[in-house]
């Protein structure tokens, strides 16, 4: 898998990870939304300049410009409710792309240490040939991430797979690059040192869905 990891250059992408951390600021949770909708964005830009492109006649009141234009299907995939966000910073990038939403979450049994990743709702298109990019904002253990892709996969094969996050824990992502076909671009503002005994990153953070929406009374 290659990593792009976008924290190994200095940017502006910076402000807006620091305010997501801010805990004095992430009490607006307005601003915390618009923050991960904007660094959606960054890796929106970022990431288009891995796409295939062609050459296209473009008529001006005034003449002809000749362009380069992004020539790729794209199918948007978000994990709600933390994702939606983080989707909608790429969908003002790629405006034209397919859409797809899932849900996935942790369902904690008797030991709240362990859990397992529950996928109920899904509306997909077709994805056969296409290129898929998976976003979710936090890639914790990264179990989120491969039970999502299992349950797109009678959707059809995507021709590229492209993982988007805003924080990533080392051991999330060294469990995605093992799941997932060698071919696979993972695009993620920074990576984090570990995990908990709960599974959330640290320093992370916290939970990205109650931040953005409000919290919720399931555990």
Known sequence: MQINNLSETPSILNTFMSELRDKTVQKDSMRFRRNIERIGEIIGYELSKSLQFETHS??????????V???????LCSILRAGVPLHNGLLN?????ENAFISAYRQHKNNPESFEIIVE???CPNLDGKILILADPM???GQSMVATFEALKPFGTPKEIHLVSVIGAQQGVDYVSKAFRADTKLW???IDEKLND???IIP???????LAFGNKLQQ
């Open 204 to 210: 992370g953070l916290g939970d990205a869905g109650d």
């Open 58 to 67: 473009i008529e001006t009141p005034l003449g002809n410009s000749e362009t």
């Open 121 to 123: 709702y899904l509306a």
């Open 188 to 190: 993620i503002a920074t």
């Open 139 to 141: 890639l914790a253990t």
């Open 69 to 75: 234009l992004h020539q790729s299907d794209i199918v």
């Open 93 to 97: 990038y790629f405006d034209a792309a």
């Open 198 to 200: 709960k599974g959330y």
